[in-house]
């Protein structure tokens, strides 16, 4: 990545390249915006944070979001879930959910012929085909390796001073800097946090009889395990326990590991081999009911952090793109006429359209953490595990229910207001936009 060193003004300056700033730096980009990107870690060193082996399972709307923003390369590995078991360690209670099942509810919006939950990727491929874009793409400018140290919000105007000392001027700041986000710091927004004292281990293995196209979430005394389809027969593995026993997991060698993951487990899948490095995280829930403020707004883990046992945090943060684009679209037009009325707009309409973006996003912000939260507090008690297990089974039985609907394209992130980015076939081009 270049360092720029004047300061020019910018439509919109994003601080944090990971995966949500850069897909919203991209798709503002893409219509027209001037942006300015600060991201504090140098690819070229080492990988920014979350573009790791993380294993991310996409929903159909996120894909949507990700295919009309041009970041779907053709050579990003996809792999489709269309079968999901479900069961628990030493006990009763088990669900095994097929894609085909429910092709009245998935299909239009997957592959009517074939249709899936959704596709698996990992983050660091996701990630490079990311920074690829960013690195080429001509209304981007990068600030990187940069941070963003404070910012002040006046008079329409946002002026961040990075690390270096140097200042950038926008018209709006999007702070996608992630769980500790120093821009919601320095805000003093209040949030609602709960740390579940437990990490999640990341690695992959090879299986011996891998089941394809199928993943597993199996809940054990300690915690739940997830086993992600990749490609050539390995699964990205979540493996999520209290941090204290994580932790020392982190330490075994690979041979242990691979006893330990083949009996939490299960024989079904056969041996286990070949593990990648571990990586691991703690797992918290954070939600910032307010993502607004004059100039600046929240996207992604900045403002609201799931626990990943439904893996939704980054489908979240894409909606968050979606409706932060459309909030905007009202200045993007390939009408000359209409970008030159802007100036007659003047800039309450600008504060009028955070707000409403705010409005849009709050009840799928809300509802995806309460969803998320109940499912990881559940898993991690045996007698709410089997309640759950029998609601579940009864809605995968009752797929015709509007409320069964309403969840499942929930699920799938289509929850309503669904921005037009998340619907599928969105008409692309490059517009003109400015703030
Ligand atoms: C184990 C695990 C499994 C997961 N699985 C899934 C899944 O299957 N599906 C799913 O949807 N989600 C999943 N998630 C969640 C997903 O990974 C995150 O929601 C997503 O990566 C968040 O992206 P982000 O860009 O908002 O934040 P981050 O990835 O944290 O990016 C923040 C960026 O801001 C930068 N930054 C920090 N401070 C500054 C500063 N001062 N100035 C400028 N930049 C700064 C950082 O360097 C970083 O690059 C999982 C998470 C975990 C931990």
């Not at 509810?105 to 490079?128: C, K, M, N, S």
């Not at 026993?245 to 041996?271: C, I, N, Y």
């Not at 109940?374 to 809605?395: E, N, Q, Y």
């Amino acid at each position: 990545m270049s360092q720029a060193t004047n300061q020019p003004v910018f439509d919109v300056i994003v601080s944090g390249a990971g995966l949500v700033g850069a897909s919203v730096a991209l798709g503002l980009a893409d219509r027209g915006f001037k942006i300015a990107l600060i991201e504090p870690t140098e690819p070229k060193h080492s990988p920014l944070p979350s573009h790791d082996e993380r294993t991310l399972v996409l929903n159909a709307a996120s894909l949507n979001v990700l295919d009309n923003l041009n970041l779907l390369a053709d050579d990003l590995i996809r792999v489709p879930v269309r079968h999901i078991h479900i069961n628990r360690q030493g006990g009763f209670g088990h669900l095994h959910l097929h894609a085909r099942d429910h092709a009245d509810l998935i299909g239009a919006d997957t592959d009517p012929e074939a249709p899936y939950f959704g596709q698996v990727v990992v983050a660091r491929a996701l990630g490079q085909c990311m920074l690829d874009r960013l690195k080429n793409h001509t209304n981007i400018t990068l600030f990187c390796p940069q941070s963003l140290t404070r910012f002040i919000d006046e008079n329409h105007r946002v002026q961040v001073t990075l690390d270096d000392g140097h200042t950038l001027q926008g018209r709006i700041l999007v702070g996608a800097d992630g769980n500790q986000s120093p821009i919601r710091e320095q805000l003093g927004l209040m949030i609602e946090a709960h740390d579940y004292d437990q990490r999640a281990m990341v690695f992959n293995v090879a299986a011996e009889r891998p089941m394809p196209e199928t993943a597993f979430e199996r809940f054990t005394p300690h915690g739940p395990l997830a086993l992600l389809p990749q490609a050539n027969g390995r699964y990205g593995v979540v493996w999520i326990d209290q941090s204290q026993r994580a932790d020392e997991a982190m330490g075994w060698s690979d041979d242990v590991l691979m006893a330990a993951l083949h009996d939490r487990f299960g024989p079904r899948l056969g041996a286990f081999t070949q593990p990648s490095p571990r990586a691991s995280y703690p797992l918290i829930k954070q939600h910032s009911p307010q993502v607004v403020s004059g100039r600046v707004v929240l996207v992604g883990n900045a403002a609201n952090a799931v626990h990943p046992v439904s893996a939704q945090g980054f489908n979240l943060g894409l909606r968050d793109v979606a409706g932060l684009i459309d909030a905007l679209s009202f200045l993007t037009s390939d009408d000359e006429d209409a970008v030159a009325k802007l100036g007659e707009l003047g800039d309450d309409r600008l504060d009028q359209a955070l707000l409403n973006y705010q409005r849009t996003r709050a009840d799928d912000q809300r509802a995806t953490i309460r969803y998320t939260d109940t499912l990881a507090r559940a898993f991690a008690h045996p007698a709410s595990f089997v309640r759950l297990m029998g609601g579940l089974g009864l809605a995968a039985h009752a797929a015709s229910s509007s409320l069964t609907r309403r969840l499942v394209r929930a699920a799938m992130g289509f929850r309503e207001p669904v921005a037009s980015l998340a619907k599928k076939h969105t008409a692309r081009g490059t517009h003109h936009g400015h703030v």
